[in-house]
């Protein structure tokens, strides 16, 4: 069974930078089953789709966020990173990683899921 765990700060201050951990048991990172991606679900609002970071280390980010927006992986702690900058109190949301199936066939299928994590942008 895949496992995704979300980490990192609950507050995070305007113009600083979100930084966040998905921790992934039951699977390697480096499988080519499985691209890893970032969600995000604002207050009221429906699931944001923030960018996916694949087995090859390529990445593809919301056209949005893009120069804000950096994806990485830590292979030997079996890790997915993200880095949001800049950010503003529209940034609050509850944070997920998902696995992604169908990554180089499509369409992209989100398997399993973290629990999510809350962050608020606020001074």
């Known amino acids: 069974q895949v496992q995704l765990q979300e980490s990192g700060p609950g507050l995070v201050k305007p113009s600083q930078t979100l930084s966040l951990i998905c921790t992934v048991s039951?699977?390697?990172?480096?499988?080519?089953?499985?691209?890893w991606s970032w969600i995000r679900q604002p207050p009221g609002q429906g699931l944001e789709w923030l960018g996916v970071?694949?087995?090859?280390?390529?990445?593809y980010t919301r056209p949005s966020l893009k120069s804000r927006i950096s994806m990485s992986r830590n292979t030997s702690k079996n890790h997915i990173s993200l880095q949001l900058r800049s950010v503003t109190p529209e940034d609050t949301a509850v944070y997920y990683c998902a696995s992604v199936a169908k990554y180089r066939t499509g369409p992209y299928e989100f398997e399993y899921w973290g629990q999510g994590t809350q962050v608020t942008v606020s001074s």
């Open positions: 970071i694949g087995y090859d280390e390529s990445t």
């Open positions: 039951g699977q390697s990172i480096t499988t080519t089953h499985y691209a």
